[in-house]
């Protein structure tokens, strides 16, 4: 793939793992619209290149992830500008993204930035990383997923205790309350996060597909639905050449040669 180049972000690809880093230092990675819009392309680049096999995510410089929505935009917005969406739909595309996607989480990810985040299938964070969601000093809430995918992460009592204070995580908090699942040094964050997406890669890659489609769709239902949506999946992975290579490798005492078949 000839990698597009952007204006607000940056686009690179190395050994089959893509990272976007959102490239506005000066407005510590605000999400403006042409932000969004640039991700939403970039996305759209990387879905039907088999040189691709997982993205990640983080922010130009040292000091932040996203500290959130472009204040100078937000100004302007309106109950029509809610009711589109255009954030909360981004990160839908994200979160049911088919490729695996990680958070580099290099520094402030507040607002739409910690929003981003939790779409993520997995969150990585340097140990110099903030979480928050402030939007309520600004007189309205977390639109783009926040109350919702927060309280599933950690909790309905931690999000309301984050939302209605408005006070920032640490990162080792962040960890400790699950929104999280790793932390790293600042210095080593890229490289951790790619050695995730590279190990993410050695599996077979339909089963790492309808593994994020199963614990997604089963999260949302009551248990025994999740259960049967699990052995669907299972049904369709045990028809797979995938599944066969996989037994065959672990027998032969060799790494599985995965075709996506």
């Not at 997923?145 to 080792?172: C, E, F, H, K, V």
């Amino acid at each position: 793939m000839d990698t597009p180049t952007f204006e607000t972000i940056l686009l690179t690809v190395t050994d089959r793992v893509a990272t976007i880093t959102i490239n506005r230092p000066e407005s510590r990675n605000a999400l403006s619209r042409v932000v969004l819009n640039e991700i939403l392309a970039a996305l759209d680049a990387l879905r039907d290149d088999d040189a691709v096999g997982a993205v990640v995510f983080t922010g130009a410089g040292d000091r932040a992830f996203i500290a959130g929505a472009d204040i100078t935009q937000v100004r302007g917005y309106t109950m029509a500008t809610a009711l589109e969406s255009a954030m909360q739909r981004a990160f839908d595309l994200i979160e049911d993204y088919e490729k695996p996607t990680i958070a580099a989480v290099n520094g402030f990810a507040l607002g739409g930035g910690c929003e981003l985040a939790m779409a993520c299938d997995i969150r990585i964070a340097s140990r110099a990383a903030r979480f928050g969601l402030p939007e309520l000093t600004l007189g309205v809430l977390p639109g783009a997923g926040g109350t919702q995918r927060m309280a599933r992460l950690i909790g309905t009592g931690n999000t309301l205790d984050l939302i209605l204070t408005s006070r920032m995580l640490t990162a080792g908090e962040a960890e400790r309350w699950g929104l999280v699942s790793r932390l790293s040094e600042p210095e080593s964050l890229l490289a951790d996060a790619h050695e995730v997406a590279t190990t993410i890669l050695g599996k077979g890659p339909v089963a790492v597909r309808l593994a994020k489609l199963v614990v997604r769709a089963g999260s949302d239902a009551d248990q025994r639905t999740g259960q049967i949506i699990e052995r669907l999946a299972q049904s369709a992975l045990y028809t797979t050449a995938d599944k066969n290579e996989g037994a065959q490798a672990f027998i032969d005492k060799r790494p599985p040669q995965f075709t996506g078949a």
